[in-house]
């Protein structure tokens, strides 16, 4: 089945131009999917519900190493490209991944001069391939892009996602067998190039598709756009499962269809903002403000990174102005709220270990340990807090040397008394 893939410049994604009626009619005629889809996830449900009954116990129970998990993806963007390696370099993130479309194949040249100041920085990249409907219709054109993108970018970037995003219809991909067709081919080739594999990039909650892909691929890293709720903070819940249920199923899933414990990474994820029009990927409820957006972020990278589960998370993207962390629809750019969370969360939380939770009915505690910074002897002890809703008085009953807002400013204090709120706070002890 085809229809014409039409690109929305403006959110960065395909505009979804099949008709519901002949998405429904494709779905019944390849049904036969579905059986494939149920009889693997059913050969695979004892090993994956045992593993997330043992991950749910532990979690945020055990301690857990924060090592350099903080990603974030970045677009060339013509004349804008020093522009953008300096912003992201303020970030202090050395992590980034790119998206390289297939139907921009003439544009690698472009591409790997981008690449190429990433690397004389020092910035680790992983390279995104991206599918439309004419590469599952015409393998060979696929295939041919594959080896174009490991010969060219395999000497700078150490990772390849194979597709994205592939199970929403827009994406040019109609079932898991199709995928299959796209990411078989990457893997003599990654052999051959000396590159990793990474996907397969399944968008939201839609684990049941893991097992038979995990079977097919043996993916270097696992992958996951998990945006849990779009309409709200991180901690809702959809059919039950918030952000930290779904994490620890994701790994349940992962590991218990590979057989193996496996690196999770999540590719990508945003809130859209209030007020951009025709640059947000979403329309209506999904839309938040810039502060909300800044606090989500928070709350999102320590609730998955605390877990243990996820060893990594990108944010998308650095410059957008519909979601990005900088809006740049003026000829001075701006940066958000959520651009200084970011920056002050991954100055404090890289490297540092995540020593446990603190029980409470309203607010959320995690809570640190770190090397004291340069100059000075022995570790420091923080903790990060917020509300899912309204704030509250929470007593550390400990000494409090300083605190830190969401952004890094200095907020002042008395006593062991801490007003939490729903934007995270840095609290750190004697």
Same mark, same amino acid.
């Given at each position: 089945?085809?229809? &014409? ?6 959110? $960065?994604q395909?505009?979804?131009?099949a ?10 005629k ?6 494939g ?33 903080? #990603? ?18 303020e ?10 479309p +297939?139907?921009?194949k $003439? ?5 790997e ?5 990433? +690397? ?5 990249l992983?390279?995104?391939?991206l599918?439309?409907? $004419? ?5 060979s054109?696929w ?8 010969t060219?970018?395999?000497r ?8 994205? #995003?592939?199970n ?7 079932d898991y067998? &199709?995928?299959?067709n ?9 052999? %051959? ?6 996907g397969p ?6 684990f049941?598709l ?12 696992? +992958?996951s ?10 901690e ?5 499962w ?8 994701l790994?349940?899933?992962?590991d218990g269809?590979?057989?193996? /414990?496996?690196e /999770? ?16 990927? #979403?329309?209506g409820?999904?839309? /938040?403000?810039?502060? &909300? ?13 605390? +877990?243990?589960? @996820? ?12 979601y ?7 000829? &001075? ?6 651009f200084?969370a970011?920056k ?19 607010a ?18 923080? #903790? @990060?807090?917020?509300?899912k ?8 009953g ?24 729903s934007?995270? %706070? ?5």
């Amino acid at each position: 089945m085809g229809f &014409e893939f039409r690109w929305n410049p403006y959110a $960065d994604q395909p505009h979804n131009v099949a008709l519901r009626e002949e998405r429904l009619r494709h779905h019944l005629k390849y049904a036969g999917s579905y059986f494939g889809l149920a009889g693997s996830n059913i050969r695979k449900a004892v090993p994956i519900l045992s593993l997330y009954h043992k991950y749910r116990k532990k979690m945020y129970e055990e301690e857990v190493r924060v090592d350099k998990p903080f #990603a974030i993806s970045v677009s060339p963007l013509a004349d804008k490209n020093e522009k953008i390696l300096e912003f992201l370099k303020e970030t202090g993130i050395r992590k980034t991944l790119v998206r390289v479309p +297939s139907w921009e194949k $003439d544009k690698l040249d472009v591409f790997e001069k981008f690449f190429g100041l990433l +690397s004389e920085q020092g910035i680790e990249l992983t390279v995104a391939l991206l599918q439309q409907r $004419d590469d599952v219709l015409n393998p060979s054109h696929w295939q041919n892009f594959l080896k174009d993108a490991f010969t060219r970018f395999g000497r700078i970037s150490p990772y390849f996602e194979i597709g994205h #995003a592939w199970n929403r219809t827009k994406w040019g991909v109609w079932d898991y067998r &199709e995928y299959l067709n796209l990411a078989r081919p990457a893997l003599p080739l990654a052999e %051959k190039y000396g590159v990793k594999l990474v996907g397969p990039a399944v968008i939201d909650f839609e684990f049941h598709l893991y097992a038979p892909v995990c079977d097919a691929v043996p993916f270097d890293r696992v +992958s996951s756009i998990l945006y849990v709720d779009r309409m709200g903070a991180p901690e809702n819940k959809q059919f039950g499962w918030d952000t930290s249920k779904k994490v620890a199923l994701l790994k349940a899933v992962v590991d218990g269809s590979f057989g193996e /414990v496996k690196e /999770v990474w999540l590719t990508e994820v945003n809130w859209p903002l209030k007020g951009t029009g025709k640059y947000s990927p #979403a329309s209506g409820k999904p839309n /938040v403000s810039e502060e &909300e957006q800044a606090d989500y972020l928070v709350r999102y990278f320590i609730l998955c990174l605390a +877990s243990g589960f @996820v060893q990594r998370v990108y944010w998308w993207q650095l410059v957008a102005p519909g979601y990005g962390l900088i809006d740049s629809r003026s000829k &001075e750019w701006r940066k958000r709220p959520a651009f200084f969370a970011m920056k002050t969360m991954a100055k404090l939380l890289e490297g540092s270990t995540f020593t446990g939770r603190i029980a409470h009915h309203q607010a959320l505690i995690f809570c640190f340990k770190r090397e004291s910074d340069e100059g000075k002897r022995g570790e420091e002890n923080f #903790a @990060v807090c917020w509300t899912k809703g309204a704030q509250c008085d929470y007593d550390f009953g400990r000494r409090i040397v300083r605190i830190l807002s969401r952004d890094g400013e200095e907020i002042s204090f008395k006593g062991t008394r801490v007003k939490v709120s729903s934007s995270p %706070k840095y609290i750190f002890f004697e």
